[in-house]
């Protein structure tokens, strides 16, 4: 790891809570690896502070920074630029410091696309996505670029409904994943992270509906409804290779340099066991 110097820069994750990201753990293996003179430190920022906070990567100069819940949307005021992409998404979760001129991206859609398309391809694909927060933008955004066939559910059938509208797809309750059929189901909703472990979107028995199963929770790694898919011998896939893919597309922004992923996802994967 490179001596920390006067030259040091930092990369900032500003969001909270931030205690438990892995991102320090995988950008800090990168930095190290491509002997650059940087730190990523996260940051726990009040809802009151997000301007100050946004405006400390200025001041502080900071290489830039990631941007994670619950300031995805609300941060995008206090920037000067926006990508054109995070702009349809409607969210940013990596900031670009260009001199003094914060630029924000969205990395996130990428990471979903990406992890997903490694492993089966999304054209004409028929999706089922169910969830309607901030994950959920990028994740539609990411499937309609790619050609897939969305569907919306979710819970509060308000929400699917002004995604539905917006993006220009399908959408409904949560109640009615049980009679769908498609190709991939993806859950972007908290059910299956702590303190719902034990539960699931879906019921075992309805499983064999769909022949991938893609769950964006990363912790645990494998939620109930991946227990259901894996017995069913169906593709399964959890949140961490998303996690990694958006913050090699992030770090890509900041360095210029192609990351490299596979020590980006050991990285990860040994800071959830410490
Ligand atoms: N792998 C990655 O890199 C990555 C990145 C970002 C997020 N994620 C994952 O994506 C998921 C959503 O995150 P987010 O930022 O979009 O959160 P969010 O904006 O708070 O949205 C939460 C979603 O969960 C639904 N939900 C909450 N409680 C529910 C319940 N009891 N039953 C059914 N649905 C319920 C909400 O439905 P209502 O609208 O009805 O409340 C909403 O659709 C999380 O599991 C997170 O770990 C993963």
């Not at 001199?99 to 859609?109: A, F, K, S, V």
Request: charged share 20%.
């Amino acid at each position: 790891m490179k001596t920390i110097n006067g030259k040091t820069r930092i990369c900032a994750l500003l969001g909270n809570p931030v205690e438990h990201s892995m991102s320090p753990a995988m950008h800090n293996a990168l930095f190290h690896k491509f002997g650059l003179n940087y730190r990523y430190l996260c940051f726990r920022v009040e809802p009151s502070q997000l301007k100050e906070g946004v405006h400390a990567i200025r001041t502080l100069n900071f290489l830039g920074a990631n941007v994670t819940v619950p300031y995805k949307q609300s941060v995008i005021p206090y920037l000067d630029k926006l990508d054109p992409i995070a702009k349809k998404i409607g969210a940013v979760n990596t900031i670009v410091n260009h001199q003094g001129t914060l630029t924000g991206y969205n990395t996130d859609w990428l990471g979903f696309t990406n992890s997903l398309e490694e492993v089966y391809s999304l054209k004409n694909k028929k999706v089922v996505l169910v969830g309607a927060g901030g994950a959920a933008r990028a994740i539609i955004y990411g499937l309609q670029k790619r050609g897939a066939k969305l569907t919306i559910l979710n819970r509060t059938l308000d929400k699917a409904a002004k995604l539905g509208q917006e993006f220009d797809c399908a959408y409904g309750n949560l109640q009615e994943l049980p009679k769908i059929t498609a190709d991939v189901l993806v859950n972007a909703t908290i059910i299956g992270m702590s303190p719902f472990t034990k539960t699931s979107i879906l019921e075992e028995k309805n499983i064999k509906h769909f022949k991938v199963v893609y769950d964006t929770i990363y912790n645990p790694l494998e939620t109930q409804l991946l227990k259901f898919a894996q017995k069913q011998e169906l593709i399964c896939l959890n949140g961490l290779k998303m996690l990694v893919y958006q913050g090699g597309a992030a770090f890509k922004l900041w360095t210029q340099q192609e990351p490299d992923l596979n020590l980006m996802y050991q990285s990860a994967l040994a800071s959830m066991q410490t």
